[in-house]
């Protein structure tokens, strides 16, 4: 079965290889097929998998270099371009250092210049705040993934410019009502760490965090609800 689901998505990956290619856009396909086969529905992710995959990680990363984004890209696109980015890049230098504990072990894990796209050189931190933080989006916080226990759960599928909206709004909804990362109740809550190291993206068009909190959370908060954030798991999402 895993062998003709592997058949029928080389077969989606050529099909879709050949138009990318010819509109001068990266190749998505590659790394939803590598997300497909190695991340399971809660996330967790086969790393020793991803390794056997690593000719089509190596054809992504390719793809993506030779393809930077461009002006005429819509917002979409580079949404889903550059959040693709920065999860590919974080299951790489996984990979590159296996096994770890966590990706805390990895030298320089956030700052670490190794993944070229066109003329210069990227790090985590370049993608997330010199770039993705930058298009005003907080929502992205809950679709890149820095390959730990406590981080939201990695999509077992690539952005695309056609589903990065849905992805942003649904994938945002379902973290912040999963107890496993947010505890939420009309007096109290124990919030993702998330909120609290991000807690100017979520608070910069002027509103309060318990305004974006209830445009997602099935239990609504006040001012007044206490507050507290959960301690956060280092630890492999393996």
Known sequence: ???QLRTLL??????????????GKPN??????????????????????????????????TSLSENPPQE?????EKLAYWMNVYNAITIKLVINNYPVKTIKDIE???????????????????????????????????????????CPPLWNRAFTAENVNKALEERTKKFLNNPKYNII????????KVFMWYKKDFTDNG??????????????VTSKTKKSF?????????
């Open 72 to 76: 005429s890209w819509t917002k979409e």
């Open 10 to 23: 080389l077969l989606s990956i050529l099909f879709y290889s050949v138009i990318a290619s010819s509109q």
């Open 28 to 61: 998505h396909a590659l790394w939803d097929q590598v997300l497909i086969l190695n991340v399971s529905e809660h996330g967790k992710v086969n790393y020793k998998g991803v390794m056997h995959d690593s000719s089509l990680m190596y054809k992504y990363f």
């Open 108 to 150: 320089k894990t956030w700052s670490f210049k190794f993944f070229k796209i066109g003329d210069k050189k990227y790090s985590l931190d370049d993608v997330e705040h010199g770039i993705l933080r930058k298009m005003k989006e907080p929502r992205i916080h809950f679709l890149i993934n820095c390959a730990a226990t406590s």
């Open 185 to 192: 109740t009309k007096d109290a809550m124990q919030i993702s």
């Open 230 to 238: 959960k301690e956060y798991n280092w630890s492999l999402n393996e």
């Open 207 to 220: 509103a309060n965090l318990e305004d974006f909190i209830n445009r997602y959370s099935s239990i609504k």
């Open 1 to 3: 079965m895993k062998k």
